[in-house]
């Protein structure tokens, strides 16, 4: 059987037995796919450091002949740009991490998505060490779009009332902002110019913003409402995003 091949970013890689790794790849053939890389720990020709997690990839893999069996062989990779070639501190690892975690729980297996695709190379290009917050921001704001879990950000979701310049709150347990007349028990605020921000997001890539200053406060609220959509999403919470709540 021939082989298939793509470009792909590594999500995740855990140990199989001896000297094999059971890897999770994003393709941007195939979605989400994952495969067994036989002797992976002792090939440094085939595998060498490609299987890093978030290592842009271009993977060699062959279908199982069993068409109910999800795992793929995965032959070989070429590295195309790893994250380990530019500085890494706590704060960069945990991002990373971060992007990786959201990728694999929040896309189905086997479903391409190119625009997601881009999107994750762009933003890992763009989370450097002692600068992480502004390439989070972008990249929790458009894969909630993407994945259409974004409500509409200049209305009210209980009266329908716009927005516009006046204050808006977020919940838990709501889908969208809502207007101080409306807003729920416990609900925290988002700043216009949060909402501001996303909307010039919206309208530019992510290497505009790069050389502004972004300090951990600056969108803050925003994250915290995208991260809530996703959680909500999954039913359950990201371990990594508890891990970025703590860094300062």
């Avoid at 393709?27 to 299987?51: D, N, P, Q, W, Y």
């Avoid at 975690?101 to 994750?120: G, H, K, S, T, V």
Wanted: hydrophobic residues 45%.
């Amino acid at each position: 059987m021939p082989l298939k091949q793509s470009e792909a970013i590594v999500l995740r890689s855990y140990p199989m037995r001896e000297a094999d790794l059971l890897v999770t790849f994003f393709t941007r053939a195939e979605g989400k796919i994952r495969g067994v890389a036989r002797s992976a720990k002792k090939s440094k020709k085939r595998f060498g450091g490609a299987l890093e997690p978030l290592t842009f990839v271009r993977v060699y893999w062959e279908e199982r002949e069993r068409k109910d069996f999800d795992l793929m062989r995965i032959d070989s990779c070429d590295v195309l740009e790893s994250p380990l070639t530019d500085a890494v501190d706590y704060h960069r690892a945990v991002a990373l991490g971060y992007v990786a975690e959201m990728l694999d729980q929040l896309l189905p297996d086997r479903e391409a998505n190119d625009a997601i695709f881009r999107l994750a190379h762009a933003v890992l290009q763009n989370i450097r060490a002692g600068s992480i917050w502004m390439a989070l921001t972008y990249f929790d704001l458009w894969i909630v779009r993407l994945t259409g879990l974004l409500p509409e950000l200049h209305a009210c979701i209980e009266c329908g009332a716009p927005l516009n310049g006046g204050k808006a709150f977020y919940h838990a347990l709501a889908d969208g902002l809502m207007c101080p007349e409306h807003k729920r028990l416990a609900s925290s605020e988002m700043t216009l110019e949060s909402r501001k921000l996303a909307a010039e997001m919206f309208r530019a890539p992510v290497g505009t913003f790069a050389g502004e200053p972004w300090p951990r406060q600056r969108g803050v609220d925003l994250r915290k409402f995208l991260t809530q959509r996703i959680e909500r999403q999954l039913e359950k919470k990201l371990v990594t995003a508890a891990m970025l709540d703590k860094l300062d």
